[in-house]
């Protein structure tokens, strides 16, 4: 059974970091996408940074593209969000998800691709 579990969420100021993980478990990731995506109360679940294949991506919303970066290290199953200078508009449920397969600049943004999906971390930046 494939598992995606998310940590390294909380509570930071604004300006702050945060890490986030993914570790996955069921199967290897290694050669398939994975994504970031968030969800703010009220409001639907938004792309947030995937990276597929090594060769492709990684790929960012603009509106944390330079302050956010993903990456993955394969052989621990991971896949790591660090999020610096972060805002009270970052605030949300971080989620993990994973394509069974890969996925390029653009379809990687659309959350239908992703068929597993972890629980999701909170992240929360107070002004």
């Known amino acids: 059974q494939v598992q995606l579990v998310e940590s390294g969420g909380g509570l930071v100021q604004a300006g702050g970091s945060l890490r986030l993980s993914c570790v996955a478990s069921?199967?290897?990731?290694?050669?398939?996408?994975m994504g970031w995506f968030r969800q703010a109360p009220g409001k639907e679940r938004e792309f947030v940074a995937a990276i597929s294949r090594n060769d492709m991506g990684p790929y960012y919303a603009d509106s944390v593209k330079g302050r956010f970066s993903i990456s993955r290290e394969n052989t621990r199953n991971t896949v790591y969000l660090q999020m610096n200078s972060l805002n009270p508009e970052d605030t949300a449920l971080y989620y993990c998800?994973?394509?069974?397969?890969?996925?390029?600049?653009?379809?990687?943004?659309?959350?239908?691709?992703?068929?597993?999906w972890g629980q999701g971390t909170q992240v929360t930046v107070s002004s």
């Open positions: 069921g199967r290897t990731f290694a050669g398939n996408a």
């Open positions: 998800a994973a394509v069974d397969g890969y996925c390029s600049k653009y379809a990687c943004r659309d959350r239908r691709l992703y068929r597993h």
